[in-house]
């Protein structure tokens, strides 16, 4: 039987792996600006080979392969069978924090207007 490894890393260090198609942590507890610096590093790159993430990488458009990062490529659900990308998990901590910043806040008193008869 096979065991399997857990490695330990920062999550920024993903990048490094060439080769990363399937990827998964706990990423409720990565912070939203870690996630964001390695979503910019990730737009910023210039990867050598996007064949090996985007079999139709060669008939995209100059401007489509202008904008091409493997961070819409990379699988991160743990069933490998289903498909949610690192792009797709960076969109919804974005959510959360939008509602975090824009939260109504909550009126500790109702406040009750009768109508005078």
Known sequence: MKKLHKIVLN?????????LKNFSCPFKQISFEEFRAVKLFFQ???YEDPTYYDEEYAYLEEEDKKNWSRFFHINTV??????HSLASVYEDKE??????KYKRPKHKKKIVIRKKK
């Open 11 to 19: 999550f920024k260090d993903i990048v490094k792996f060439k080769k």
């Open 44 to 46: 910023n790159e210039k």
């Open 95 to 100: 959510k959360e924090e939008n509602k975090k």
């Open 78 to 83: 743990e069933q490998w069978g289903d498909w």
